[in-house]
């Protein structure tokens, strides 16, 4: 994930160890920088593929930049690679941008972008989310996954693999295992981008003829929408979810 909390604290730590370097052993600064530098350029890239960006995040990696350019410690070799790299960033970045608007989605993937004009049921979910997994799993219980649209949104590369992994069950061969990776990743980068630009920041996430419904009311208007009769629930048959709470790109409740 994107914001998890730790990352504040790593951030918070390399800043005191360049600044400790800077102080105490500056010949060694250069090589912390490019450390950090790289490991920037795999948050950004990551971020371009979630197609979700942290402000702060950026504006940290920018004051970053920033300082490896300035400081006295680095020489014109060292500006030069961390130019070189920077750039490099810059052009896997656009280029990811563009295979992710060109790519297909999976012949075989029963998932589908989020549209609020669709007539219907819509399922937004994580698959790192455990409250999600609960409902996707009382669906097929219910045999009514089929009636249900599932949207996936994914907040870590680790959940776009899990994706490809659990429904590209026919791609074997490695060119359709890296087409049915890229479809799913531009399926849910464009899940995320428009439930973030909106204001939904939570999953699971219900949507039906065009109404968002989020949080403890999901499992409620789920049923109501299947047009589920109120005791068949609680027959025995089915195993419900322990709750039905919802998860954030920081923590679920």
């Not at 350019?69 to 896997?92: C, I």
Request: glycine share 8%.
């Amino acid at each position: 994930m994107i914001q998890k909390p730790v990352l504040w604290w790593l951030g918070a730590f390399y800043a005191a160890v360049l600044a400790a370097s800077a102080l105490k052993r500056p010949r060694f600064l250069p090589l912390l920088l490019m450390a950090g530098l790289l490991v920037e350029a795999g948050l950004l890239l990551t971020q371009v593929v979630l197609g979700i960006y942290c402000a702060a995040c950026l504006t940290y990696g920018a004051a970053l930049v920033f300082y490896a350019f300035v400081t006295p410690f680095a020489g014109r070799r060292y500006r030069l690679v961390f130019g070189a790299l920077m750039g490099g960033t810059g052009v896997v970045a656009v280029v990811l941008s563009l295979l992710l608007l060109s790519a297909c989605a999976c012949p075989d993937s029963t998932f589908f972008q989020v549209d609020p004009q669709s007539h219907g049921i819509s399922l937004v979910f994580e698959p790192a989310c455990s409250h999600c997994h609960s409902l996707l799993e009382l669906l097929r219980q219910m045999d009514s996954q089929r009636r249900v649209r599932l949207c996936p949104e994914a907040w870590s590369l680790h959940s776009i693999w899990k994706l490809v992994q659990e429904h590209c069950t026919t791609c074997y061969g490695w060119r359709d295992r890296i087409r049915c990776l890229m479809g799913t990743a531009a399926l849910v980068r464009a899940n995320n981008r428009f439930c973030m630009e909106r204001g939904y920041r939570q999953v699971p996430l219900l949507v039906v003829d065009g109404r968002f419904i989020s949080g403890e009311a999901v499992k409620t208007e789920l049923f109501s929408a299947l047009q589920v009769p109120a005791a068949d629930p609680f027959d025995g048959s089915w195993t419900l979810p322990d709750s039905a709470g919802a998860c954030t790109i920081n923590r679920c409740d």
